[in-house]
């Protein structure tokens, strides 16, 4: 148990120091992160809703840090290049990332293709029926996006990997809560790069 603790604190320190230098970003995951959050507990009573929450909240304000916020050039801090930084990240890269969010956002025109989604839904009759099916449909994306990712490092390297990259994505939200909740502070100093990160 010792060493799962220390590989899934190796992974998050790893996704931290290279991927979490901007406080915007930081303050966006501590929206993405409390949203989560209430997207976990609203999992039990309703799923469609909890996909909703989670996609359209979390996961846009998570990936908006990343994409627009972080930089993408030398790392002096970390002393690696962002093409180094990407080819040893364990889980979504910038580049997988860009294909799971086309997935996300596309994945709609099928409902409008097939309302039923093969049999698996009740065919949509109004806005708010559409929604709950992508909902649905959504839930099966991001449920599917952790399997698959899970499968390929076991492919890739073991599934001990998968295991320690599935918790951590799964604990992440709390984790980030505890980790940026001073962010928002930060940044209204005027701290745009977090000065803590060269310090460890």
Avoid: C
Avoid at 1 to 15: G, I, K, N, P
């Amino acid at each position: 148990m010792t060493t799962f603790a220390a590989a899934l604190r190796e992974q998050r320190w790893d996704d931290h120091r290279y991927y979490h230098h901007s406080t915007i970003n930081q303050s966006l995951h501590l929206v993405s992160a409390i949203s989560f959050v209430v997207a976990y507990g609203l999992l039990f009573v309703d799923p469609a809703l909890a996909a909703l929450v989670a996609w359209l909240v979390s996961m846009v304000s998570r990936q908006a840090g990343h994409f627009f916020f972080e930089p993408k050039g030398y790392d002096h801090i970390n002393q690696a290049t962002h093409e180094h930084k990407e080819d040893i990240k364990v889980g979504y890269n910038l580049q997988r990332k860009v294909v799971l969010m086309v997935i996300w956002a596309a994945s709609p025109l099928l409902l409008v293709w097939e309302p039923t989604l093969f049999g698996l839904l009740d065919a949509h009759t109004d806005l708010y029926s559409f929604a709950r099916n992508v909902g649905w449909m959504w839930l099966a994306v991001g449920v599917g996006g952790l399997v698959f990712r899970v499968l390929q490092l076991w492919m890739l390297k073991d599934l001990y990997t998968g295991v320690v990259w599935a918790t951590k994505i799964i604990t992440d939200p709390f984790h980030d809560i505890k980790l940026y909740h001073k962010a928002p502070l930060a940044l209204l100093r005027g701290e745009m790069m977090d000065p803590g990160l060269g310090k460890h």
